[in-house]
């Protein structure tokens, strides 16, 4: 278990998942955004305050901010705050999980069928987690889709998102 405010990917994260991924063999790699995430609220504050903050987490918020501006502009038109503060999370979930499939040697071992990559939000105030990004093996001949319980899957050579 990797823990890092915002689920961002920097190096030390990066590192750890890696050696997870390549000596420890793990099967699922699982991207876990939560209600109520303080970085990713802090990350969508204006510029001029986050620069304000330590260089460290200045950085780390500047980078969040991008992903999720870059990505999904349509987040400041959702009129409840919840809802809004959720599509944020998840945004940077999926942000997160197509960097990880950006990895050549993580691709190589979800070609081979021996790992997935997961995104989901754990809503804490009743338990529940939503999984809604998949990266898994290619089946030829098999249909290009999610796995049963899972919203949508990514397909990182096509950068398509296709949904249940």
Not at 34 to 51: K, M, T, V, W, Y
Not at 59 to 80: C, F, N, P, T
Not at 152 to 162: A, F, M
């Amino acid at each position: 278990m990797v823990r890092v405010a915002g689920n961002c990917l920097g190096q030390t994260t990066e590192a750890s998942l890696e050696y997870a991924i390549h000596n420890l063999n793990v099967k699922v790699v699982l991207v876990l955004g939560h209600e109520g995430c303080g970085a990713i609220q802090a990350a969508r504050l204006p510029l001029s305050q986050i620069n304000k903050e330590p260089e460290a987490l200045a950085s780390v918020l500047r980078d969040l901010k991008s992903g999720l501006e870059d990505s999904s502009r349509h987040i400041e038109h959702i009129l409840d705050a919840r809802a809004r503060d959720r599509e944020a999370v998840a945004t940077n979930v999926k942000n997160q999980i197509v960097r990880l499939a950006e990895d050549p040697h993580t691709m190589e071992r979800v070609d081979q069928g021996k790992m997935k990559l997961v995104g989901g939000f754990y809503e804490i105030s009743s338990g529940i987690v939503d999984f809604f990004m998949l990266v898994a093996k290619e089946v030829p001949g098999e249909e290009f889709k999610p796995s049963p319980g899972v919203h949508s899957r990514y397909n990182p050579r096509t950068k398509e998102i296709v949904y249940a």
